[in-house]
């Protein structure tokens, strides 16, 4: 059996170590170059964003608003196909508490044209859409709440905050 002086022992761990983190920092040196040359996209092929924005306080007795921007981006090289069964279904949404309870949902009254809707989202491009969703003050209480977002298929679910 052969005993390693402790000083020699310490010495090849520390010499170890130090090529350990050469290795590492040499990786992520290749990792961070593929990205900032952009040869590696990190965003999702298609992605859908929105932004909204509450333009007034709630009250028990007025209408309650929220300005919807939505942006359907295709991030491929391809041109991506679009399809709906109706018009109808180009934006569709609803509201839910935190504990994913319904609290109200987009109207079906509301006025478009039921016919089939296709095209196609050029590559590397978006689309957007502005739409204002009115809510009841009866059931859209001042708190904390999940959008739930359908835009030309795609979903998303946004927090937001009724003040």
């Known amino acids: 059996m052969n005993i390693e002086n402790p000083d020699s022992a310490a010495a090849r761990a520390r010499s170890n170590l130090i090529r ?14 593929f990205v900032g040359t952009g040869r590696v996209d990190l965003n999702e092929p298609v992605e859908l964003t929105a932004r909204i924005t509450q333009p007034t306080t709630w009250t028990e007795n007025g209408p309650l608003t929220l300005n919807v921007a939505v942006t359907l981006a295709n991030n491929t090289d391809e041109a991506m196909p679009l399809s709906l069964p109706s018009q109808c279904d180009i934006f569709r949404w ?35 859409g502005e739409f204002t969703l009115t809510l009841d003050p009866t059931r859209v209480m001042p708190g ?3 959008l739930f977002l359908r835009y030309w298929d795609h979903e998303l679910r946004e927090p937001i905050t009724i003040d």
């Open 20 to 33: 350990l983190s050469l290795v590492a920092l040499a990786m992520t040196g290749v990792i961070l170059f």
């Open 94 to 128: 609803f509201v839910a508490d935190e504990d994913h309870n319904l609290v109200q949902s987009q109207r079906n009254d509301e006025p478009c044209l039921d016919v089939p809707m296709k095209g196609n989202l050029d590559a590397k491009t978006s689309i957007s």
């Open 144 to 146: 904390d709440y999940i």
